[in-house]
């Protein structure tokens, strides 16, 4: 349920209402937008009579909200959010950002492709430290050291580091280390008790849609890391497993609007880990940017051939480099301002 605040309501009145609402045993959303404040009222409101709270002096009406998803929601939250990943670098609410780099951390070639990325106008840097793998004998990441590395290329670069956090028991470890954006991967979608833990940091979560998940089920995600109280949740879109197998999965385009209109939470492509292939990554990083995404995140290796994993998905610095300059092209086409005709 929300309740909209009028114009007229004093910052008192307003918080003797959330108050007066705490107190009934249910929790509450402030969204202060810029032409309303809205109320999230969450728990079992069918205990809550609407007409009451139509009659009080600050309450302009009441909606009942029929979706699970209550803080993720964007008639909760009608503006936009915007996350600060640190370093200065803001994504979502217009805020457009690449993150790019390799699936894994191998060594000292990572600050080779951190300048290169950077170069070619990459906002973070990302490289997996820890890899959830299919089989238990393929590389698995390089563990604390590969954070190191992360961290030192990120501080030297002045680029906020996204990387995959898989264990609950490793929270505290990225915490310590300064980590800018924890991931939480496909697999990891709906460990619950791995979204719990996160959500009660106040870091970044860049969190991608399951293999199978449906949109409800993202969004899903995201409510147990924001019912923690981290409200930094990033959606990610990295294509999910259908009955075509000429693709590594099938980006699902769709989900892009569709997430924006459910919700206010940013939202990313990931075209590496739809296509997994690099002749299709940079076509389906430019549809992601068609469809409105606030962001991608592009595996960029300097090598590919010789990657310990996922190399058959990496684009070169150089292809890179070209995609870079082709999304700023479509970034203008689909921000330009049309006049009083645009809709």
């Known amino acids: 349920m929300i309740a909209i605040v009028k ?3 004093t910052p008192e009145q307003l918080d003797h209402f959330v108050s007066w609402i705490e107190d009934r045993g249910f929790r509450t959303n402030v969204s202060h937008g810029e032409n ?5 009222i969450i728990g079992d409101t069918t205990r809550i009579d609407p007409f009451l709270l139509e009659s009080m002096d600050i309450i302009d009406q009441v909606r009942r909200v029929s979706e699970p998803f209550k803080k993720a929601n964007r008639k909760f939250h009608p503006a936009d959010t915007v996350v600060d990943c640190g370093h200065g670098v803001l994504l979502g609410g217009g805020n457009f950002q690449v993150i790019a780099g390799p699936c894994s951390v191998e060594g000292a070639n990572l600050m080779d492709i951190a300048r290169a990325v950077k170069s070619a106008g990459a906002g973070l840097l990302r490289g997996g430290a820890y890899k959830p793998r299919t089989s238990p004998y393929s ?3 390089m563990g604390e050291r590969g954070l190191n590395l992360l961290m030192e290329a990120g501080g030297e670069l002045d680029l906020p580091v996204v990387t995959e ?3 609950p028991r490793d929270v505290q470890l990225f915490l310590d280390k300064g980590i800018d954006v924890m991931q939480i991967g496909a697999r990891n979608s709906q460990n619950f008790p791995l979204l719990r833990e996160v959500g009660k940091t106040q870091v970044p979560i860049l969190l991608k849609r399951g293999i199978s998940g449906t949109i409800d089920e993202l969004l899903m995600a995201a409510e147990y890391v924001m019912s923690e109280g981290n409200p930094n949740v990033i ?3 990295r294509g999910i497993r259908s009955f075509e197998t000429r693709t590594r999965n099938t980006f699902d385009v769709n989900a892009i609007p569709v997430l924006h209109r459910l919700s206010h939470l940013p939202v990313v492509g990931d075209p590496s880990h739809a296509t997994g292939h690099t002749r299709y990554v940079r076509p389906i990083a430019y549809a992601a940017c068609a469809a409105g995404a606030d962001g991608l995140e592009i595996e960029v290796h300097d090598q590919p051939s010789k990657a310990w994993s ?3 998905q990496a684009l070169t610095p150089t292809q890179f480099r070209d995609a870079m300059r082709r999304i700023a092209l479509i970034r203008n086409a689909v921000c330009a301002d049309l006049g009083e005709g645009d809709e």
Not at 36 to 40: A, K, R
């Open 7 to 9: 114009e007229s309501a």
């Open 36 to 40: 309303e404040t809205i109320v999230g």
């Open 139 to 141: 590389y698995q990441g």
């Open 165 to 167: 956090v898989m264990d």
């Open 235 to 237: 959606l990610c879109e």
């Open 310 to 312: 996922d190399g058959a």
